[in-house]
């Protein structure tokens, strides 16, 4: 049984940086995609970035395009969320997520398509 276990959030300053982690386990590397949304005070949850797991490919949302990295790690089966020049806007609960049935070789910032998801981590940024 997949299952993920977020880390990393905390209260930062506008401008600041954070690194959050998704430890991920049980998992069938093939046709996985890992995926990390968010989801503010009162709004709806929105994808972020995500990753496929094998060829390593990239995805982000426009609104964190040029700040936020997504990356893997094979060996310790984590995927991380570098953020970078953070902002008020940023504030939000963290997800990450699985796609197990990818397609096309390509994961999509879409919820619908991620079937498990971890607890989530806190992140808040402000002066």
């Known amino acids: 049984q997949l299952q993920l276990v977020e880390s990393g959030g905390g209260l930062v300053q506008p401008g600041g940086s954070l690194r959050l982690s998704c430890a991920a386990s049980?998992?069938?590397?093939?046709?996985?995609?890992i995926g990390w949304f968010r989801q503010a005070p009162g709004k709806e949850r929105e994808a972020v970035s995500c990753?496929?797991?094998?060829?390593?490919?990239?995805f982000y949302a426009e609104s964190v395009k040029g700040r936020f990295t997504i990356s893997r790690d094979n060996a310790k089966n984590t995927v991380d969320l570098q953020m970078n020049s953070l902002q008020p806007e940023d504030t939000a609960d963290y997800y990450c997520a699985a796609d197990v049935n990818m397609v096309f070789g390509e994961c999509v910032l879409v919820r619908a398509a991620y079937e498990d998801w971890g607890q989530g981590t806190q992140v808040t940024v402000s002066s």
């Open positions: 990753i496929t797991w094998n060829a390593g490919r990239t």
């Open positions: 049980g998992f069938n590397k093939e046709r996985l995609a």
